[in-house]
C-alpha cells in the first residue's frame, strides 16, 4: 500500500472525529483546552507525543508533490514543530495558549472546523479516490 493511502486512512478519521467533536462538544472541548493549558505535565506529554508523530510522519513521508499528499507531509511538519515548542518553551506556550482562548473564544470551532475538512479530505483520498 502506498505510504500516502496509508497515512491518510490512518490519520484521516481520527482528525474527522476530532474536528466533529470539537463542533459538537465545543464548551467540553474548551474546558479540556483550558486544563490542558494550565498543566505543565500534560504540555510536556502532549509535546513528546507530537513530536514523535510528526517526527514518524516526516521520516516516512517528506513528499513534496503538488497534489493531496503534501497535506501529510505539512501536517507532520506542523506536528514536529508544535511538539518541540511544547517541550522547550512549555511557559510560554501556556500563556500564549491562554491569551487565544481567552480573547478569541470562536478560534476553537473554526479550528474545529479546519481539523473536520482536512480529516474529510484524507480520508477521501485514503478510501474513496
Known sequence: MDTSI??????????FVVGAGVLISRAAYSEAAD?????????YIFGG????AGLT???????WVWGWPVIITILGWLMMVRGA??????????????KV??????????GGFV???????????????
Open 49 to 52: 507525543i507530537g513530536f514523535a
Open 35 to 43: 486544563e490542558a493549558i494550565r498543566s505543565r505535565a500534560l504540555l
Open 6 to 15: 496509508f497515512i491518510a486512512k490512518l490519520i484521516g478519521p481520527i482528525l
Open 57 to 63: 510522519i516526516v521520516l516516512t513521508h517528506n513528499v
Open 115 to 129: 481539523v473536520l475538512v482536512i480529516g474529510a479530505v484524507l480520508s477521501y483520498f485514503g478510501y474513496f479516490a
Open 101 to 110: 482562548l481567552q480573547s478569541s473564544p470562536s478560534l476553537l470551532p473554526i
Open 85 to 98: 515548542l511544547r517541550i522547550l518553551f512549555p511557559q510560554q506556550v501556556a500563556d500564549l495558549g491562554a
